[in-house]
């Protein structure tokens, strides 16, 4: 394996390039038990990982630390969210993370609201001088984007209001 294959991008990029790999099979029965072997292997790691959560969790305040040292870890919180083990939700993620941005935006003389959160997609408004500025604009929103991939990585995107027309940007990586 190579250093770049060793970062989490890189694991990331080997297991879709391996995905792919696998739908392109030919042989559709081949096909199948790659695909059964992958879910059986998915399976086992859910197992393990609830099983993991379940003995911190009841390790109670001796392993607080311990807990929130694993949930900073991009990797290992990228495999709660998976498994949907994560435990804090993904609205609860957003309001935190813009909560994280506000100062920075009132530093500007602006603010930024969650208007809903449908589907995945987060729709905020700016408010305040950042709007009718593109420049500002722009420099506020690429705040809340890198906020919102670092709290929420499975956000699916955000639609943001209040610049000088509705921007449809793409969800954090």
Same mark, same amino acid.
């Given at each position: 394996?190579?250093?770049?294959?060793?970062?989490?991008?890189?694991?990331?990029? &080997?297991?879709? !390039?391996?995905?792919?790999?696998?739908?392109?099979?030919?042989?559709?029965?081949?096909?199948?038990?790659?695909? !059964?072997?992958?879910?059986?292997?998915?399976?086992?790691?859910?197992?393990?990982?609830?099983? /993991?959560?379940?003995?911190?969790?009841?390790?109670?305040?001796?392993?607080?630390?311990?807990?929130?040292?694993?949930?900073?870890?991009?990797?290992?919180?990228?495999?709660?969210? /998976?498994?949907?083990?994560?435990?804090?939700?993904?609205?609860?993620?957003?309001?935190?993370?813009?909560?994280?941005v &506000?100062?920075?935006?009132?530093?500007?003389?602006?603010?930024?609201?969650? /208007?809903?959160?449908?589907?995945?997609?987060?729709?905020? &408004?700016?408010?305040?001088?950042?709007?009718?500025?593109?420049?500002?604009?722009?420099?506020?929103?690429?705040?809340?984007?890198t906020?919102?991939?670092?709290?929420?990585?499975?956000?699916?995107?955000?639609?943001?209001?209040?610049?000088?027309?509705?921007?449809?940007?793409?969800?954090?990586?």
């Amino acid at each position: 394996m190579t250093t770049q294959e060793r970062t989490p991008e890189g694991m990331v990029e &080997r297991v879709q !390039e391996l995905s792919d790999r696998l739908e392109a099979l030919p042989d559709p029965v081949a096909r199948e038990s790659a695909q !059964e072997m992958v879910a059986a292997v998915m399976d086992l790691y859910d197992e393990g990982l609830r099983r /993991i959560l379940e003995a911190v969790e009841a390790a109670g305040d001796a392993a607080a630390a311990l807990r929130q040292e694993l949930l900073s870890d991009g990797v290992v919180a990228s495999l709660l969210l /998976i498994h949907g083990l994560y435990p804090v939700d993904l609205e609860t993620r957003v309001t935190e993370a813009l909560d994280g941005v &506000r100062p920075y935006m009132h530093s500007h003389g602006g603010d930024v609201e969650l /208007i809903a959160l449908e589907d995945g997609v987060a729709r905020l &408004r700016l408010e305040g001088s950042c709007r009718g500025c593109p420049a500002s604009s722009a420099t506020l929103e690429q705040a809340i984007r890198t906020a919102l991939e670092e709290a929420a990585p499975d956000l699916s995107g955000m639609v943001v209001e209040g610049a000088e027309a509705p921007v449809r940007a793409p969800g954090p990586s």
